[in-house]
């Protein structure tokens, strides 16, 4: 079956914006207007505005040999939404802009937007706006999240003290080794058009890579309980490098434990597989998308009592420094080796 290819020049980029937002009803009282004018209108009357921006490049977060399009706009959406929500926030409303280059058609950007469009909806975020341009260097995908929270309820990363319990939701590493295991099978494939990858045993894996979610149970669950962080992020580059963020931020040390570190069983065995520590999966693997958050000590019991969520360390004085304490007992410095956005150019006239 021949499937159908519009060109993009076809519709034009007015023409696409309509195909792409046909039909796009709004949700959120805070949404005025949105796509169809110069400027979308919200209004949030006696709240905090929260907003983030990411900036997704294809070949530096992204390899559409193995990511679909409709997951790779899902996950776009996806992960703006984790962001407000380590805010102790609520996702509200989306802009969406398009790099795109000739290579893709108008039916490759209707998938991209199926999964924004399946994000939105079951989050009840609204689309609002966006734009869309041609670009030399593959597809660019930028999303910025508007949200609100309760004024007085914002969680910053500079708020942790000293004794403050450190949790983390789900597991940590599972969406690194969903990466290990794609990569693997790609370079086994060897451009094979007929080849079957093995990801049986593994789906949640390919699953929390492909397909992660965005944590609002935690925050539902925190708010019944009545407890409001003194720090929160979520675990987008790592463990140990957005634990470092929040020390830093708040002049604090820390010490996680090792054996408090939770870590699924398909993660344990796909380490094994490639050969690598699991622990340091765990701690720089990044894109979980959990929330790691702090708390003040007489919440242990509350906290504990949340399904999905695990203390693992304390803060402590700024003087100890950040450690993760091991099975053994021996303490190792924290480092920062999750992904790097920016690494160095490979330019041998650089300047030494």
């Not at 949030?44 to 790779?72: A, C, N, Q, R, W």
């Not at 309820?153 to 940590?172: E, F, H, P, Q």
């Not at 309980?225 to 929160?232: C, E, G, L």
């Amino acid at each position: 079956m021949n499937q159908k290819h519009t060109e993009i020049s076809q519709l034009g980029e007015f023409g696409l914006i309509d195909r792409l937002t046909e039909g796009i009803e709004h949700v959120n009282a805070s949404t005025v207007t949105g796509v169809g004018d110069d400027a979308a209108v919200l209004r949030y009357p006696d709240t905090e505005v929260l907003v983030s921006s990411d900036l997704l490049v294809e070949g530096i977060h992204f390899d559409l040999t193995y990511v679909p399009l409709k997951h790779l706009g899902y996950k776009a959406a996806v992960v703006n939404f984790s962001d407000i929500y380590a805010m102790n926030g609520t996702p509200r409303q989306i802009t969406v802009s398009l790099g795109i280059s000739s290579r893709f058609t108008v039916e490759h950007m209707e998938q991209l937007y199926a999964g924004l469009r399946l994000a939105c909806e079951l989050y009840g975020v609204d689309l609002v706006g966006g734009d869309t341009t041609s670009s030399r260097s593959g597809l660019i995908i930028s999303v910025t999240c508007i949200g609100d929270a309760q004024a007085g309820k914002v969680v910053l990363r500079s708020g942790a003290k000293n004794t403050d319990l450190i949790c983390v939701s789900g597991d940590l590493g599972s969406a690194y080794m969903g990466l290990q295991l794609l990569e693997r099978e790609k370079a086994v494939s060897a451009g094979d058009k007929d080849f079957i990858p093995k990801f049986e045993g593994k789906e949640y894996l390919i699953e929390r890579q492909l397909k992660p979610e965005a944590r609002r149970d935690i925050i539902a669950a925190l708010a019944e309980k009545d407890i409001v962080p003194t720090a929160m992020m979520d675990i987008s580059d790592g463990l140990s490098s957005e634990l470092l963020h929040i020390c830093k931020a708040s002049h604090t040390g820390c010490r996680i434990y090792e054996d408090r570190i939770p870590i699924d069983y398909q993660t344990a065995v796909m380490a094994e597989e490639v050969n690598m520590n699991l622990v340091t999966a765990a701690l720089n693997g990044g894109e979980d998308y959990e929330l790691l958050f702090t708390v003040p000590l007489h919440c242990h019991d509350k906290v504990q009592s949340i399904e999905g969520v695990k203390v693992i360390g304390h803060i402590t004085d700024p003087q100890l420094g950040c450690a993760l304490v091991t099975r053994d007992g021996v303490e190792m410095t924290l480092r920062a080796q999750g992904f790097n956005h920016m690494p160095p150019a490979q330019d041998n006239d650089s300047q030494q």
